[in-house]
């Protein structure tokens, strides 16, 4: 028998590791891990644990030329 969750019993740990389950090829491993703070702690697959400034995602370059008011998010 497999045993259901309940408020009391899932953690915060299950739910991530259900939706990784749940969602394996659909690409919100990355989003995932951010939100729930284990991306520069987690490893999965390829993926080792990243510097934090890999939190967010780079601002493609074409926007940069076409804007020269903004600037290229940190460590890329």
């Given at each position: 028998t497999t045993e259901q969750y309940t408020?009391?019993?899932l953690t915060l740990d299950e739910l991530?590791?259900?939706r990784?389950?749940?969602f394996i090829f659909e690409g919100f491993r990355r989003r995932d891990l951010i939100r729930f703070g284990k991306f520069h702690?987690?490893?999965w697959?390829?993926?080792k644990p990243t510097a934090e400034t890999k939190?967010?995602?780079p601002i493609p370059q074409q926007q940069i030329a076409m804007?020269?008011?903004l600037k290229q998010n940190p460590g890329y």
């Open positions: 408020t009391g019993t991530l590791a259900e990784g389950r749940e702690t987690a490893s697959w390829d993926h939190s967010v995602f804007n020269p008011n």
